[in-house]
């Protein structure tokens, strides 16, 4: 491990404890032989541990030699588990700008996101279309994997064993509603890859969907 990184991992470990279950502390060295997590706290989180390689976010910081940022601060990421995150990055840097490791904080904020769709249910409001936000959100894993492994958890509990492309129109159904369910329409462009796994259209999507969604 680079010297200046050990400096943090005390107060990575402060952090870690200080905090709920729900949030993530995690140093990441970018830098030598084999670049990736070194130290983490609350990994249920985002489902990583020590050794786990650079997300996509780290990686693109690692190879834009131009960007001289010192933070990025709460931004949406994607754990693997479909879960999403409020994530905020410190950026550990040399004299020379090299970027020497990511300090980050990852709190998950699904609970949240479900309890206001609940309200605005409530308040009889309705969304015409997907929302996307402004900026891209970043994945810990790909967005068609974490959807993938959310619908075979969710055949799993139906007891089905048919691939999504073969089940029956009730099933179809009743997956995407759990989907729903598990915030993964959350997602900015899920509707298309949802629909692409299912063989589905994306209009068909929608009309699944609970009327208030529609």
């Known amino acids: 491990m680079h010297e200046k990184l050990k ?3 005390n107060f990575a470990e402060f952090l870690g404890r200080s905090l709920d279950k729900n949030t993530e502390v995690v140093l990441h060295e970018t830098v030598g032989d ?8 609350n990994g249920h989180v985002s489902g990583r541990q020590v050794g786990a390689p650079l997300s996509e976010f780290s990686q693109e910081m690692v190879n834009n030699k131009e960007d001289h940022s010192r933070f990025r601060v709460n931004y949406a990421t994607v754990a693997n588990d479909g879960s999403i995150l409020r994530s905020s990055s410190f950026f550990i840097r040399d004299d020379d700008n090299t970027l020497l490791g990511i300090f980050c904080v990852n709190s998950n904020v699904s609970q949240y996101l479900q309890l206001s769709e609940q309200l605005r249910e409530l308040a009889g409001l309705s969304l015409d279309e997907e929302v996307e936000d402004d900026e891209a959100q970043i994945y810990l894993t790909s967005a068609k994997d974490v959807i993938l492994e ?6 799993t509990d139906m007891n089905v064993n048919t691939p999504p492309n073969r089940l029956t129109a009730a099933e179809k159904q009743i997956v995407i509603n759990m989907l729903h369910k598990r915030g993964i329409f959350n997602l900015k462009g899920s509707v298309a890859k949802v629909a692409a796994i299912m ?3 994306e209009p068909t999507i929608y009309r699944y969907l609970p009327k208030n969604n529609l």
């Not at 084999?34 to 706290?41: D, H, K, L, S, T």
């Open 199 to 201: 063989c589905v259209s």
């Open 7 to 9: 400096f943090y991992l």
């Open 34 to 41: 084999n670049p990736g997590i070194v130290y983490i706290y």
């Open 150 to 155: 959310n619908i075979q958890s969710i055949l």
